[in-house]
């Protein structure tokens, strides 16, 4: 199975080592960055890339669980400026990232 799949804004991982799948969304302009983690599942995974839309592929990683937010502009932040809501599932994710780059 593929261990990596990407788009546009979005980069979607698989770890074989925990069996456990997670997907980043991020936005960079000259405003500032948004970034976005979620824990996905292997079905959602399956599906990331097959529409013709990547706002489809973000849309569907969108209703997977958050486990970190990150918002900053130039224009003042849209939210905290960094959360992260399931720590555990954030450095799961780090440690799979690694493995993928």
């Keep these: 199975m593929k261990t990596k ?3 546009n804004n979005w980069t979607a991982y ?4 925990t069996n456990r799948y997670f997907a980043k969304i991020m936005y960079t302009s000259r405003e500032g960055r948004e970034e976005y983690d979620y ?9 990331l890339g097959s ?23 130039m224009y ?4 905290p400026e960094r959360t992260v809501w399931d720590e ?3 450095e799961a994710m780090k440690e799979t990232v690694k493995k993928n780059s």
Excluded at 14 to 17: A, C, G, L, T
């Design 39 to 47: 824990e996905i599942t292997k079905e959602i995974y399956d599906r």
């Design 51 to 73: 529409f013709s839309d990547d706002v489809e592929n973000e849309r569907l990683i969108k209703t997977a669980k958050m486990s970190y937010s990150f918002e900053n502009t």
């Design 14 to 17: 698989y770890d074989p080592d």
């Design 5 to 7: 799949k990407k788009g």
């Design 76 to 79: 003042g932040t849209l939210g």
């Design 88 to 90: 555990e599932a954030n």
